[in-house]
């Protein structure tokens, strides 16, 4: 199936999650090409699998915009819509969730592509100069794993939402040069970020609206970041 899709049984339903893509806007847009197996094609193989095992649910989860600015974006568009289709034409239940900046306990820190909570943190600890990209004033919706996990759950046990699209992340935004403030504030420290040129696809503005989330997962808060 490509990318590890997850496959379960639940009170007598089964069902599939799939989480797994090139997450790399800078190496996509680097390179000048479609990460088409990996984003496009294995997620229609897991849709299409679904669909010729009876398979009841499939949950997409994703983080994508409706107007893309980098090929990344347009691959996720793309699963996202295949996701709606095969709802309509084969009743496959389908549920798309658009993670925002997802960050948490254990997570990796060793690419350059990596959370840039996890990195800065791992750059605080060792008394490390985080880089940042652009100016700082971008900002982000970060949220935390356990919501993640939650969303899941909610979205795999709620009727009456094949079809349909979440956003996941608590409407809250952080800028870059705040959250060096954050750490400086939490390790005692007084670290001064290196700035650096903007990188090409990075958005300067990136915030959840969970209205949605809200009303039809009945999701009613979220951690605190």
């Excluded at 356990?146 to 809250?172: H, L, Q, R, W, Y």
Aim: aromatic content about 12%.
């Amino acid at each position: 199936l490509g990318n590890i899709p997850m496959i379960k049984s639940t009170k007598g339903k089964t069902r599939s999650t799939m989480v797994g893509n090139q997450n790399s806007v800078k190496e996509i847009v680097k390179e000048d090409r479609f990460q088409t197996r990996m984003n496009h094609e294995d997620k229609l193989k897991l849709i299409k699998f679904c669909k010729d095992n009876n398979l009841s649910q499939t949950d997409f989860l994703i983080n994508s915009i409706i107007k893309p600015i980098s090929p990344y974006g347009y691959e996720k568009l793309i699963g996202e819509q295949y996701m709606k289709l095969y709802s309509e034409l084969y009743g496959v239940e389908t549920v798309s969730l658009r993670y925002f900046n997802v960050y948490g306990e254990r997570q990796s820190a060793t690419s350059d592509y990596s959370g840039v909570i996890s990195i800065f943190e791992k750059k605080f600890k060792n008394d490390e100069i985080p880089n940042i990209y652009g100016d700082g004033e971008q900002y982000r919706d970060f949220v935390y794993v356990k919501d993640i996990a939650k969303a899941n759950i909610k979205a795999m046990n709620t009727p009456n939402v094949s079809g349909e699209v979440f956003c996941v992340g608590t409407s809250k935004k952080v800028s870059i040069n705040n959250l060096v403030s954050v750490l400086n504030n939490k390790y005692s420290k007084n670290i001064k970020a290196n700035y650096l040129e903007a990188r090409n696809g990075d958005i300067k503005e990136s915030i959840c609206d969970n209205s949605k989330i809200k009303k039809f997962l009945e999701f009613k808060t979220f951690v605190k970041f």
